[in-house]
């Protein structure tokens, strides 16, 4: 089952018992506190004042306003 869907579900299960609900949010934060390039994840506060967190929150504001893809339509919608 290894290197299937199958078996990522249940290894994610098993993670997820073993260690919490929250593991896979806890080793993500982890590797971006351990990078050493600041990052999104970074508490730092850079030349702008912002810490990564307050940065990301910003820039993720303005990428969903600039996205490409137009406003979501749901299926039945028809499209003007």
Same mark, same amino acid.
């Given at each position: 089952?290894?290197?299937?869907?199958?078996?990522?579900?249940?290894? /994610?299960?098993?993670?997820?018992?073993?260690?919490?609900?929250?593991?896979?949010?806890?080793? @993500?934060?982890?590797?971006?506190?351990? &990078? +050493? +390039? @600041? &990052?999104f994840a970074s508490d730092k506060v850079g030349k702008d004042g912002l810490t990564g967190?307050?940065?990301? /929150?910003?820039?993720? +504001?303005? &990428?969903?306003?600039? @996205?490409?893809?137009?406003?979501?339509?749901?299926?039945?919608? +028809?499209?003007?």
């Open positions: 089952m290894a290197g299937t869907k199958a078996g990522g579900l249940k290894a /994610s299960e098993t993670n997820k018992r073993k260690h919490g609900a929250d593991f896979y949010k806890h080793i @993500g934060r982890l590797g971006g506190i351990m &990078g +050493t +390039t @600041g &990052g967190r307050d940065r990301a /929150s910003i820039y993720g +504001t303005i &990428g969903g306003r600039n @996205g490409k893809r137009g406003p979501a339509r749901r299926k039945n919608e +028809t499209t003007k």
